[in-house]
């Protein structure tokens, strides 16, 4: 009998599939701050006790944002209110040292059902009471280290469970004095720095103190079955669209804990598109075993490939445990890609140059602080900030050291978008002495030292590794941000950890190591982070693999107006910025926008901010693309998002608005893509596929202001793989166009078919460098119509007649026709568009609500705004 139940197990048929069960407790929470209450966690966690007049509590999340939602204080986003929060460092941590109460509802456990207790992540500190019991039998510390408890021996059998968790601050809070993480003192703690306030964010004051991520039930038939990992090789050089590719091998374990008092013996598994792997055990009791199964040989792989390479399959991965009586006593889902990722030092670079299955990837990153200042956190919201990044056509996101590791479910989002994810571990130069620092409380060498508790930062460290080493998205792993961790650290995480619980993941000691960017230009090998002018990009070389150059990133006028009070909606003015603009991290724009004239009022101003926006992203993605393989093998823009209302370096706002230099680097940084640089004419093209473009019609028009479009001259030409080259120049037509005061350049690629594979548009300044013809162009009275594809998407055609000007520079916006407020978040295949005469463009628009009753506004430099009700 026990063979043949072998050989059913093996055949991959279970007699019973429920082995494993599993609920988030996210509803029904209570708080009360300490001061308030006057009883032991033992008293607390009896559901006898009386909770009367204790607050509702938002779990996941923070003190604060349970306080804003419950309306006690004013929204920390908007204009000073911010200032209006007393701030952890002044009113002491018992200010922000709250109880959290649940209670849920539970079946007593029945014959071999193990239930556990699991935290994901709370900060920073806590003690755990379930049914009149402390189930910690130590404090717990550390923001990022999970935890886990049996609890099913503390249930209570009328199925009535009370649990009750005091949180306390981090310790010490920091000093909020105006340095990079305050003074410094943040750092001493294993949490994110950042709430200490930053030069792009101002102070969180309970430093996000909570239950901040997914607390659950968990049960099981026994048989626990924890830390899966699946590691995929692609041998050779793999290419997208192969019909049929050569097998791929999966590597595959996992760990088995038996907390009961008796031996179990079944068979473990993994089932990974109906190929098996599995093994017979015998666990004994109160014992954890780990099991390593032999490599699997799995045919015709889907590859996962980066955004902009190839698609994203994803492979569903189950690991059971089946007894020898054919009940499934656990299972584990994970989802894997199946990709190899390498990396080979380019000695003509001399940066670090990354594959993915065996082909270079030019790199495009964009750096990540965090989705919420205070970690209200989404999966909803994750997969609108990252697929804003597959619109950009970026291949990696950073995620930068005085924050998170990132949560699984950011990781889902690059998994299914295909952006690679650089993870920083939680140390920053600013914070752990990298510089001489007059903001900081300790010297240098006392700082290099942080976090206090190494032993808590390496356990930490192994916790967080197993947590997201299964997505395909996760690239690298990195120290710290401009810092290593402390040697004792580094050595560890190096030379142990990382090889024993990863293997497969290139290993950075900081983010602008020269192990991964040599740096022989001096300086701090990362930056700058100011706005440029768009010439340098091209001509003047910076660090070869850059994990850090930014810019500006305001928003347009509405976005303004969702956090800055009326008042203070004024143009900023150098060197006299109103208030709420500095205390939201305005940097200027180095007078860019005059260029474009003297703007008559703070609108005004937006739009113009908006072409520099563009102009210098785009600039950016095209200057580094003209030199890539020779003087850089990627880069990573600081930064593309804000996880709060500032007004800096973001390509969309908190709100999930975009602004146009999502555009213009979405333009700039397009796998295939034709561009100029504008300072000697040149036209070049970039190749960032593995195949060749055969028979392409380069296509180049210049147009006059009024419209004229001139003769075009067109060439038909070869592209290789993986290039960028250079075609012929065109700087007598520009300068012909300067001479009149301005006009437009427009590049086209395009195939025997006639489709259009790339389309760049630049507008040309006069001969003195300013935009004044743009001011002086006439109006485009264009026409469009909508058709409405399903509830929540339609596509826009617009027209200009062929007797206008050029349409330059429309903004496509759908607004509530009730509130007249934008409907956000909204994804648009294209915007900040501009029409040529005679021409038609086709956009789509969608979003994960519905649209069917919106209104579509168009409006641009020389468009006068309409509206149409979607569908007409």
Not at 413 to 434: E, H, I, M, P, T
Not at 441 to 453: C, F, G, I, L, V
Not at 672 to 687: D, I, K, P, R, T
Not at 845 to 858: A, E, P, R
């Amino acid at each position: 009998m026990k063979y043949y139940f072998l050989i059913f197990i093996f055949c991959g048929y279970f007699l019973h599939a429920f082995g494993h069960q599993e609920y988030e407790l996210n509803e029904g929470w209570q708080c009360q701050n300490i001061k308030k209450v006057h009883a032991t966690g033992i008293q607390l966690s009896q559901v006898s006790f009386s909770l009367d007049h204790w607050l509702s509590a938002t779990v996941p999340g923070t003190v604060l944002t349970t306080l804003l939602n419950d309306k006690l204080i004013p929204d920390p986003f908007y204009g000073m209110n911010n200032t209006k929060i007393p701030d952890i460092y002044n009113v002491g941590r018992d200010f922000y040292t709250y109880w959290f109460v649940n209670d849920f509802h539970e079946s007593y456990p029945q014959k071999d059902e193990q239930v556990y207790l699991n935290f994901r992540g709370v900060n920073y500190a806590c003690d755990i009471f379930l049914n009149g019991h402390k189930i910690n039998a130590q404090r717990h510390y550390g923001m990022f280290l999970r935890q886990s408890y049996n609890i099913t021996s503390l249930l209570a059998k009328d199925e009535k469970n009370r649990l009750a968790v005091i949180v306390f601050p981090p310790d010490p809070v920091g000093n909020p004095n105006g340095g990079q993480g305050g003074d410094g003192t943040i750092a001493k703690n294993v949490a994110i720095q950042y709430p200490a306030g930053w030069d792009w964010i101002q102070p969180i004051h309970d430093r996000n103190t909570g239950i901040w991520d997914k607390v659950t039930i968990e049960k099981t038939h026994g048989i626990l079955l924890e830390n899966p990992h699946i590691t995929t090789l692609v041998p050779g050089k793999r290419f997208p669209n192969s019909k049929s590719q050569e097998p791929a091998i999966i590597k595959a374990s996992i760990d088995l804990e038996n907390p009961s008092t008796h031996t179990i013996e079944g068979i473990v598994q993994y089932n990974i598109d109906g190929q098996i792997e599995n093994q017979h055990v015998n666990i004994k009791p109160l014992s954890t075993v780990h099991i390593k199964f032999p490599d699997l040989t799995f045919l015709s792989p889907k590859l996962w490939w980066p955004n902009g390479y190839g698609k994203q399959p994803l492979y569903v991965v189950m690991f059971q445990f089946v007894s020898v009586n054919g009940q499934v006593l656990d299972h584990e889902t994970i989802k894997v890609g199946i990709r190899e990722i390498q990396t080979h030092w380019n000695n003509h670079t001399r940066s670090m140059q990354i594959a993915v299955n065996g082909q270079k990837i030019f790199i495009k990153g964009g750096d990540w602080i965090v989705s919420d200042a205070m970690l209200r956190l989404s999966p909803e919201r994750y997969d609108v900030e990252v697929r804003f990044h597959r619109d950009m056509n970026l291949n990696l996101i950073r995620v930068w050291g005085g924050a998170l590791t990132e949560r699984p479910e950011f990781y889902n989002a690059c998994d299914k978008y295909g952006l690679l994810v650089f993870q920083d571990f939680w140390f920053s130069g600013d914070c752990n002495g990298r510089w001489i620092d007059p903001m900081k409380k300790e010297d240098q060498w006392t700082r290099r030292n942080y976090p206090d508790d190494h032993a808590l930062v390496l356990t930490s460290m192994k916790d967080q590794i197993r947590m997201l080493r299964n997505h395909p998205s996760l690239a690298f792993w990195c120290g710290g941000n401009e810092i290593t961790p402390p040697n004792d650290v580094l050595n560890q995480l190096e030379d142990s950890i990382l090889p024993k619980l990863d293997g497969t993941r290139y290993f950075f000691e900081y983010s602008n190591t020269d192990s991964m960017s040599y740096n022989s230009l001096g300086g701090n090998g990362d930056g700058p982070y100011g706005i440029q002018n768009p010439d340098h990009f091209w001509n003047y070389r910076t660090f070869p693999f850059n994990s850090e150059v930014g810019s500006v990133g305001m928003g347009d006028y509405a976005s303004l107006e969702r956090f800055i009070p009326k008042k203070d909606m004024v143009i900023p003015i150098e060197n006299k910025i109103d208030s709420v603009w500095e205390y939201h991290k305005y940097i200027g724009y180095d007078g860019q926008i005059e260029h474009y004239g003297k703007p008559a009022d703070l609108r005004q101003f937006c739009e113009m901010a908006q072409l520099v926006n563009y102009d210098q992203y785009r600039a950016l993605a095209e200057g580094f693309s003209s030199h890539i393989w020779d003087w850089y093998t990627g880069f990573i823009i600081w930064k593309t998002q804000n996880p709060w209302t500032a007004l800096r370096g973001q390509m969309y706002d908190y709100y999930l608005d975009p602004n146009a230099g999502l555009y213009g680097l979405r333009c700039g940084a397009e796998p295939f893509h034709v561009m100029c640089n504008l300072s000697n004419g040149m036209v070049m093209v970039v190749n960032n596929k593995f195949n060749p473009y055969r028979n392409i019609m380069l296509k180049i028009i210049t147009i006059e202001l009024d419209g004229k479009i001139n003769p075009s001259n067109t060439q038909l030409i070869y592209v290789s793989p993986s290039s960028v080259q250079s075609f012929f120049s065109v700087e007598d037509q520009l300068e012909a166009l300067r001479r009149h005061g301005g006009g437009f350049l427009q590049l086209q690629l395009i195939d025997e078919k006639q489709k259009n594979l790339s389309e760049n548009l630049y507008w040309i300044s006069a001969s003195d460098g300013n935009y004044s013809g743009l001011t002086n162009m006439s109006t485009a009275t264009i026409h469009f119509t909508t058709k409405l594809l399903s509830n929540q998407s339609f596509d826009v055609t617009l027209s200009n007649p062929r007797e206008n000007p050029v349409a330059f520079f429309i903004r496509l916006s759908v607004i509530n026709p009730k509130s007249r407020q934008r409907i956000l978040p909204v994804f648009y295949s294209d915007n900040y568009i501009s029409i040529l005469p005679g021409k038609t463009k086709r956009v789509q628009i969608s979003s994960n609500s519905s649209l069917k009753d919106g209104v579509l506004t168009v409006s641009g430099w020389n468009v006068k705004r309409q509206e149409v009700k979607v569908g007409y």
